[in-house]
């Protein structure tokens, strides 16, 4: 049965008809008695409300209407999956930059509301003017960044529950065209948005996963550039560029360290491996597998040696028997 | 007779949908609001409600209060010489409802519709019905509270409406649900929550920010006598906040008394972070509806801790307008139980109108993921219903064998919304045997049932065998059977309980007992005299004397503290 028949309705794009029809059919039944009925009505509701929207699909709209200021996904999914090539960055702030893909002015949608959100966009417009700057080689400011973050956030108007969550969405994607002038308020705003925990939620939204995740490898690179940090030196060692071959001496003293980081590193912070020289992680982990690969070859010949004991015992024991029973 | 119930963490209500209205129940002391607690006499009698309220300051070992907090917990408690669990004493709480029902109504009362925070997860729901069937109640339906209150508020509505916002912060949790009525059609949108939040923990702030200022009593702090005198004098605290600033917190503790302002300042600076934790589910539920706060047609408060006005204010400031205060907030749920009890019966006033819910949590099963290099990543959460859907809803996932010749495929069951399954609540557990194949290549339909109720079953299906294997989610802790069951209700059933007729005086002792404690002096001499008074009229056994007596002893302790409050 079309869902169109168990609406009782003919192929419309009049959602309100839809509705309507559905409340009638809806009302002429006991879910409680016919759940399975109900679900069909449901699922024909879903769907007919789908295809209305279908036919037509409504024009995009260049300033986002509330709702879809509320939700960022769709735009952010594309964004996410650009990503991968400015890892680099973590290190080298100024190296390569990415192609100025972005104008600064493309994330900030013009406000629609009028008062006291003005004097919001004006909050808001200093802390981008700090963050999209002519001079992109000139090292940010950082206090004046968390100034004008902890301006922006802490004022009252940002306990209105829509500005709150129509500003966070343009933080992250104002904070995201930043990187990495934005690093210096990134983590201020991951913790006040409580960006941390939604990125182990199963419905995060990408953009904010990936933020969230940024941070977190800021903080580790933090600790690792400490250098009472247990994994300092290997950490350095493996800024380097490589030597010709791993001496004797750097094998058995960094051995452990090195393996351990990199272990860490792959397994919480996979980005972080593009802080570290390529060539020189590519030859320990040459030289690393080789020593797992030694290691499993000695147990294998262990064993063959197992076995042949064992015959040998078994094949005396045989014969002890055989002596004894004659 | 089918009656709805609030059953509460601080407060209980039930109510009866009649004569094309829903009506509250007053109970044996003329009340429609029965505190949920529970007590043991100094007779070894059980006392329900008001009397075993009054004696937890006093008697904090022979008394439970806020047990709906652990339902669904292993947690025993103990009052006096009884063990209880959390299930048994919201039965004998649901029992004194039952029986204020029978009485007032004049007939049996077999079944209920009782309500649960939206927030509940599967094992306070099972466990929540499992006391109502020892109470002797069929519980023909568990009913999200706020939705209960937006049924209460929305029957009288005629026209099609933008959706509302339901504010829903009770004594022990917090829920947000958003709702939109059309053609007499009741639909919830969304609902998020947080199950351990309520004006307990408020009370808690208050008791410690006053605790502060005796340092006398530092050392002590953790005494559970002195933890329920502060918590009693912190009710009292809070409320006088609602209409006056400072307030006084004040109580006696071996003899010595107590006393500091509190002002409303100090309270909301103290109160920030519970404050803070009203936001996500507000947001959430906005989000996952894909409405807009100034769409929304109104707020409506429910909940005894939304009259705090720290609460109101941040309710103002997040939606940017005054909430609406149409309904009242500690009876609407037990009026939308009713109503919904009315639909139950098929009730011809309630022809024009349907409800449909949402599940406000992602329910699936834990998988094993692989990355790009080939690793394996296992308790990743994989979602089969996921948060607002509309219920009763069926769904379907399809998983297949990680590894070769498995023997058996087993799903851990969860609730949640964390990607690692460790985080979320775990349900049960179901394992289904498969044939010898390489890995991949079996397939296991994973089916998902949620009801009305909110209560999950689940269906594995192997379709090479044919191989089928339903489970209603045995809890870790054995779900008892009805033998058990029986058993348990019979156990109930066995206990001496406070004759309900004299539930009044216990009250009224109860109370006078506890303001013994709180008062010294002159004062306390006074009610001495008084609880003396009393207990001479209540051997006289005459109903008239005892009965002004009482009437007198009530007016003489609200001169003396205020008025009762519920």
């Known amino acids: ?326 | 007779m089918i009656v709805g119930i609030d059953l509460g963490t601080t407060n209980s209500a039930v109510a009866v949908w009649r004569d094309g209205e829903a009506t509250l129940i007053p109970n044996s002391i003329g009340d429609v609001l029965t505190p949920s607690a529970v007590g043991v006499s100094d007779e070894g009698a059980v006392l329900v409600g008001m009397a075993a309220r009054e004696r937890r300051a006093t008697h904090p070992a022979l008394t439970a209060t806020a047990f709906k907090r652990q339902i669904g917990t292993q947690q025993k408690l103990q009052i006096g010489q009884h063990l209880f669990s959390p299930e048994d004493l919201s039965a004998l709480v649901l029992r004194a409802l039952k029986a204020d029902a029978e009485e007032w109504l004049g007939e049996p009362v077999d079944s209920a519709v009782i309500t649960v925070p939206a927030y509940f997860n599967d094992r306070q729901r099972k466990a929540t019905r499992r006391a109502g069937e020892i109470a002797g109640l069929k519980v023909e339906r568990l009913l999200n509270e706020p939705t209960a209150a937006a049924l209460a508020h929305g029957i009288h509505e005629k026209e099609d409406k933008n959706p509302f916002l339901v504010f829903d912060l009770g004594g022990g949790t917090f829920d947000v649900s958003i709702v939109e009525i059309f053609e007499g059609i009741i639909e919830v949108r969304a609902s998020a929550g947080d199950n351990r939040l309520g004006g307990e923990d408020f009370n808690d702030v208050l008791a410690d920010l006053a605790l502060g200022q005796f340092p006398a009593l530092a050392g002590i702090a953790h005494d559970s006598r002195l933890r329920e005198m502060m918590r009693a004098a912190a009710e009292r605290c809070r409320r006088a906040l609602t209409t006056g600033d400072p307030a006084a917190f004040s109580f006696v503790w071996e003899g010595q008394p107590f006393e500091t302002a509190v002002t409303a300042a100090d309270f909301e600076a103290a109160a920030g972070p519970l404050v803070a934790r009203l936001r996500d589910p507000v947001l959430r539920s906005l989000r996952d509806s894909g409405v807009v706060s100034e769409t929304l047609s109104e707020v409506v408060l429910v909940g005894g801790a939304t009259r705090m006005p720290l609460v109101r204010r941040a309710v103002t400031r997040m939606f940017g307008r005054f909430p609406d205060a149409s309904v009242h907030p500690d009876h609407a749920v037990a009026l939308g139980a009713a109503v919904q009890a009315g639909l139950r019966a098929r009730d011809a006033a309630l022809n024009e109108i349907r409800l449909t819910d949402v599940c406000p949590f992602t329910l699936g099963v834990d998988t094993t993921e692989f990355d790009s290099n080939g690793r394996m990543h296992p308790d990743v959460f994989a979602p089969i219903i996921e948060r607002n859907t509309v219920i009763p809803a069926s769904r379907v996932h399809a998983f297949s064998t990680v590894h070769d010749n498995q023997k058996a495929v087993q799903f851990g069951i969860y609730q949640g919304e964390a990607r690692n399954v460790a985080s979320n609540v775990k349900l049960g557990t179901v394992s289904v045997p498969v044939p010898p194949r390489p890995a991949g290549r079996i397939h296991v339909d994973c089916r998902f049932s949620y009801d009305t109720s909110g209560l999950l079953e689940v269906d594995l299906t192997v379709p090479e065998t044919g191989m089928t294997k339903q489970l209603v989610i045995h809890d870790d802790e054995d779900a008892p059977d009805e033998a058990e069951l029986a058993a348990r209700r019979a156990a109930l059933a066995g206990l001496k309980v406070h004759p309900r007729d004299d539930a009044a005086n216990a009250a009224v002792l109860a109370r006078a007992a506890r303001c013994y404690e709180f008062f010294l002096g002159e004062r306390r001499d006074h009610i001495g005299q008084l609880i003396l008074a009393f207990e001479a009229a209540l051997e006289r056994q005459d109903p008239r004397d005892i009965a002004h007596v009482r009437r007198e002893v009530e007016e003489r302790l609200n001169a003396l503290e205020g008025e009762r409050f519920l």
């Not at chain 1, 409504?58 to 999956?81: F, K, M, Y």
């Not at chain 1, 709150?164 to 994607?173: H, I, K, N, Q």
């Open chain 1, 1 to 326: 049965m079309s869902n169109w028949a168990i609406l009782g309705l003919e192929p419309t794009g009049d959602t309100t008809a839809i509705r309507r029809a559905y409340a009638r059919k809806l009302k002429a039944m006991d879910v409680d008695a016919d759940p399975k009925g109900f679900m069909a009505l449901r699922s024909a509701l879903d769907l007919a409300v789908r295809q209305a929207s279908e036919p037509e699909p409504q024009p995009i709209e260049l300033t986002p209407g509330p709702a879809a200021a509320l939700d960022s996904s769709p735009a952010t999914d594309e964004i996410a999956e650009f990503w991968p090539s400015t890892a680099g960055e973590l290190v080298s702030p100024v190296a390569e930059r990415r192609p100025p893909a972005s104008e600064p002015a493309v994330p900030f949608p013009p406000a629609r509301t009028p008062k006291p959100v003005d004097d919001h966009e004006a909050r808001f417009d200093r802390l981008a003017a700090l963050l999209f700057v002519d001079d992109e080689t000139a090292p940010p400011d950082r206090c004046a960044l968390q100034e004008a973050l902890r301006a922006l956030l802490d004022h009252p108007d940002m306990e209105a529950i829509d500005l709150s969550a129509r500003t966070e969405a343009r933080l992250a994607e104002a904070i995201f065209h930043a990187v990495p002038r934005s690093d210096a308020i990134l983590p201020l705003v991951v913790e006040r948005f409580g960006w941390a925990p939604e990125s182990r939620a199963i419905h995060a939204r990408p953009l904010i996963v990936h933020l969230a995740r940024r941070a977190d490898d800021l903080a580790v690179l933090d600790q690792l550039s400490e250098p009472l940090h247990r994994w300092h030196a290997a950490f350095r060692l493996l800024q380097r560029p490589p030597p010709r071959r791993i001496g004797l001496r750097a094998w058995l003293g960094d051995a452990p360290q090195v393996a351990q980081l990199l272990a860490d590193i792959r397994a919480h912070n996979p980005d972080l491996i593009s802080a570290l020289d390529t060539r020189h992680v590519a030859l320990w982990d040459a030289r690393l597998g080789a020593r797992a690969e030694q290691v499993a070859k000695r147990s294998t010949s262990i064993s063959w040696y197992g076995y042949l004991i064992g015959g040998w015992i078994a094949l005396y024991a045989a014969h002890l028997t055989m002596s004894l029973s004659r």
